[in-house]
């Protein structure tokens, strides 16, 4: 076992926690109609492989949801970036809900869900008027102390002429009204210089090394641990505590989108699907070709990580 979590090592374990799940042939098993396995070469020096199949699941595999993530997040800096240099501006808001410790992971996110409805029916428009483009909502999930802590973080494109500091208090006060008066939203506007730091922050997690707060890229103190955080724990003790909030974190989330855009975001921005063109290789990039019974040896040896490593340092 590595002396830190990292997503192979990871997935492995995954696959081995749900075996009948779709992620237990990510990386595995060739993809659809490919004759072998491409070893190539990315452009920081690493190996990886490619014509592999990939399942694309966000929430229950470790490495889609960096994969994913990273392709997200360069989406949504490329399009605040064009906001913020046409003259707009941004706010990033965190929304959270009322839970105890022993409510079920599917009741507070339907908790938090309906919250959301009800909130975004009138808020935009009543905080936000017409400067209102368009917002990206990210879902995260965590587990602590006080139990499942699922919440939203919320980036707010506002069109020029806005001052802004009344608007991020008619926002939360809005929250507070819809959710509770102890459930006060956060809501911040984006720096300039931030903006790099803000898509990470809202697609990816601690096990990718980028999670920043709004205007100041400082490390984010989490409220609980995520998934992979959760997995890795179990990794170390072999917790049936933990092993039990896998399962239950993987069967609540089947399903659920990650992240949630405005369809006039997606007509004026380029938000593709994070998962095309996922097996597309320049023959530059090449290193290696294994057919079938070749990779199958290879994993049934268990050597498909030294074998990277390996082709890594050449």
């Known amino acids: 076992m590595p002396d830190a979590p990292c997503p192979s090592y990871l997935h492995r374990l995954a696959r081995a926690l749900m075996p009948r799940e779709r992620l237990a042939l990510c ?5 659809y109609g490919a004759s072998g396995v491409v070893v190539r070469r990315l452009p920081d020096g690493r190996a990886v492989y ?3 199949y990939r399942c694309g699941d966000f929430w229950r595999c470790p490495s ?11 989406q949504i800096e490329a399009a605040l970036r064009a906001h913020v240099d046409a003259g707009g501006s941004a706010l990033l808001a965190t929304y959270t809900v009322p839970h105890t ?3 079920a992971l599917p009741v507070v996110l339907a908790r938090l869900a309906d919250t959301w409805r009800r909130y975004a029916r009138h808020a935009w428009r009543d905080a936000v008027g017409a400067c209102y483009v368009g917002n990206v909502r990210a879902l995260e999930v965590t587990h602590g102390v006080n139990g499942w802590h699922p919440h939203y973080h919320a980036l707010i494109f506002v069109s020029p002429g806005l001052y802004l500091t009344p608007v991020c208090v008619a926002l939360a006060e809005r929250w507070s009204q819809v959710a509770g008066a102890d459930w006060r939203a956060d809501v911040r506007q984006v720096a300039r210089d931030g903006v ?4 990470r922050y809202l697609t990816t997690d601690g096990i990718a090394g980028a999670a920043f707060e709004t205007a100041n890229p400082a490390s984010k103190i989490p409220a609980g641990r995520s998934y992979v955080q959760i997995l890795w724990d179990y990794a170390r003790y072999r917790s049936s505590v933990d092993a ?7 069967a609540a989330l089947h399903g659920v989108h990650h992240l949630t855009i405005s369809p006039r975001l997606r007509r004026l921005y380029d938000f593709t699907d994070p998962a095309s063109g996922w097996d597309e290789i320049a023959d530059e990039d090449v290193i290696a070709l294994l057919d079938s019974e070749q990779w199958l040896s290879i994993l049934n040896a268990g050597e498909d990580r030294n074998l990277l490593d390996d082709l890594s340092r050449m």
């Open 244 to 250: 039990a909030l896998v399962y239950e974190y993987a």
């Open 64 to 74: 889609c949801r960096i994969t994913l993530g990273v392709r997200r997040a360069r």
């Open 101 to 103: 410790r022993d409510e």
């Open 27 to 31: 990386g595995v098993a060739l993809r």
């Open 196 to 199: 790099a730091a803000v898509a």
């Open 50 to 52: 490619g014509g592999l």
